[in-house]
């Protein structure tokens, strides 16, 4: 009797073992299927707006143009052919494009649907099997005033990545040149090596269709002068503001190009009347003519931080070279003692020399750090963290520029684009 009891009470048991063992594979299968489309969901998602990101970018770059009422077209259909290139069928999505703003027709709005597929809703019953998941995104495009700053030294006639140096900055400058529309965008051109130039022609002005030929013209010589390319940079667009005060408003640029280290700049500089100067210049420089001197460097820096606090100016720039000294054992990079201890190298790039100097130029941060460097008339010899204190009172936090770099010469003209499409198209939230 006891046994047969005992039996019962084990099948009991056992039944019971069963049923929650059910319970909890189920329980199991619907986490794991209901995790499987959040994670597409989720992943979906960032596709989705990298493509309405996309459409909203390239009809915001006619703003100013005469194609203006093309944006909300042109928005649409690179959305659409970049929802079709991910695998979405036409009938699954929706996208609406127009002009935010009204008859200013700078902001390009872009927002629709799109039905996503679920892995699991779609094998439980009576629930839907595809998620409309709804996209927006927003794009300004601001009238764009530049002043480019090309490095025309004797290194400029070397070879890098088996292209001279200067042949292919003339081809990636000329192509920038064409990213911007004459008659709205504003553009001068300063050449600088232990001097710097506006040549004839280049000066800020609205209608730069004929910088090209500008560009063609440019022979390379001399010695680098940073400090006073940036300042005839500075001076240029400061001189462009105070004709033109609706410019303030713009996307104000200086894109440096170099493929070294300062080996002059200025031990005094002013600005003069340029009919004073045999060559009209508009300023006096007394050269400072040591290579490898600390000052060349800090007087570059000093003269970005200028230029960023009187201008509100964003500078871009694009370092051309590699580093030179001898490879590390470990194969982490190329390294001389005098290398290591230099602040203006970071010696972990191989790819561009004075790499720390340029991106402190740019107001970039090392990869390493997250915050912005801003170098005010102190902190610059070393690499201190972003220190708000630098920052003189009243003045706004400097603007965040870009910097890039390339050992190949041949790279320079995606370099250029990418700079491009950064001032043209801006994603707003």
């Known amino acids: 009797m006891n046994s047969l009891f005992i039996n019962k009470r084990r099948s009991s048991q056992s039944g019971y073992f069963l049923a929650l063992g059910a319970i909890v594979v189920a329980a199991l299968f619907i986490l794991v ?10 992943r979906a998602r960032l596709r989705l707006q990298r493509a309405y990101d996309a459409g909203a970018i390239a009809g915001s770059k006619v703003s100013g143009t005469v194609n203006v009422d093309r944006g909300p077209f042109i928005a649409e259909q690179v959305t659409r052919i970049n929802l079709e290139a991910m695998g979405y069928d036409p009938g699954d999505f929706q996208v609406n494009a127009f002009w935010a703003d009204g008859a200013d027709k700078s902001i390009m709005h872009v927002d629709g649907n799109v039905s996503l597929p679920l892995w699991f809703m779609r094998i439980v019953p009576s629930m839907t099997s595809h998620e409309s998941v709804e996209t927006s995104a927003r794009a300004a495009s601001k009238r764009s005033v530049v002043v480019l700053v090309l490095d025309v030294t004797g290194s400029m006639n070397e070879l890098a990545g088996g292209v001279r140096k200067l042949d292919a900055l003339k081809t990636a400058a000329k192509n920038f040149i064409n990213l911007f529309e004459p008659g709205y965008d504003y553009m001068a051109i300063v050449k600088f090596s232990e001097l710097a130039d506006i040549p004839p022609g280049a000066d800020m002005t609205s209608n730069f269709s004929h910088f090209g030929s500008i560009v063609d013209t440019l022979s390379a010589g001399g010695f680098t002068n940073t400090q006073l390319g940036l300042w005839l940079a500075e001076h240029t667009m400061k001189n462009a503001l105070i004709a033109r005060p609706d410019l303030t408003a713009a996307h104000k640029a200086i894109v440096l190009v170099t493929d070294g280290a300062p080996t002059h700049s200025c031990n005094s500089l002013v600005e003069i009347d340029p009919a004073l100067d045999p060559h009209n210049r508009p300023y006096d420089c007394q050269l400072f003519t040591v290579p490898k001197h600390r000052d060349n460097y800090d007087r570059a820096l000093l003269q970005a931080d200028a230029v960023r606090a009187s201008s509100g100016v964003a500078i871009y720039t694009i370092g051309i070279g590699a580093l030179r000294g001898r490879r590390l054992p470990d194969g982490s990079g190329y390294a001389t003692d005098l290398e290591r201890d230099d602040a203006y190298q970071d010696y972990r790039d191989e790819v561009s020399l004075k790499s720390n100097f340029l991106r402190r130029i740019a107001n970039v941060a090392p990869p390493n750090n ?22 003189p009172p009243g003045h706004p936090a ?10 190949r010469a041949d790279e320079l003209n995606a370099l250029f684009q990418t700079i491009g499409s950064s001032l043209k198209g801006r994603l707003i939230r």
């Not at 299927?33 to 989720?42: C, E, I, K, N, V």
């Not at 915050?371 to 204190?389: C, D, K, M, T």
Request: proline share 7%; glycine share 8%; aromatic share 12%.
């Open 33 to 42: 299927g209901l995790a499987a489309d959040s994670a597409q969901l989720y």
């Open 370 to 391: 997250t915050e912005p460097v801003h170098y005010f008339r102190s902190g610059i010899l070393n690499n201190a963290q972003y220190n708000p204190a630098l920052v």
């Open 398 to 407: 400097p603007a965040r520029g870009l910097y890039l770099a390339t050992s």
